[in-house]
């Protein structure tokens, strides 16, 4: 079973910029479609960008624009550049590798003035 660590959340003001990175561990990271999901206090887990092994992308239409979901599969991490984030951006983000699934730990980002 991969396993998976998110790194990169903080406090940033409204209109700032975060990314976020997951290490996953094994060598077959590779042939995994990853992608990153958040949760708001109260909410469902929803999809936010996610990354196949071929490199297409798809976003939540919410983030598209503002955020780019991009992998290294040779440092086995898939990254995600947020930029011009917003108070509803606010939530705790996760990192999912599939076939799996697997699931990391979360990294809270929070978007307060």
């Known amino acids: 079973q991969v396993q998976l660590v998110e790194s990169g959340g903080g406090l940033v003001q409204p209109g700032g910029s975060l990314r976020l990175s997951c290490a996953a561990s094994g060598s077959l990271f590779r042939l995994y479609t990853m992608g990153w999901y958040r949760q708001a206090p109260g909410k469902q887990r929803d999809l936010v960008a996610a990354i196949t092994s071929g490199g297409s992308t798809n976003y939540a239409d919410s983030v598209k624009g503002r955020f780019t979901i991009s992998r290294d599969n040779a440092k086995n991490t898939v990254y995600l550049q947020m930029n011009s984030l917003k108070p509803e951006d606010t939530a705790v983000y996760y990192c999912?590798?599939?076939?799996?699934?697997?699931w990391g730990r979360g990294t809270q980002v929070t978007v307060s003035s």
């Open positions: 999912n590798a599939r076939p799996g699934p697997a």
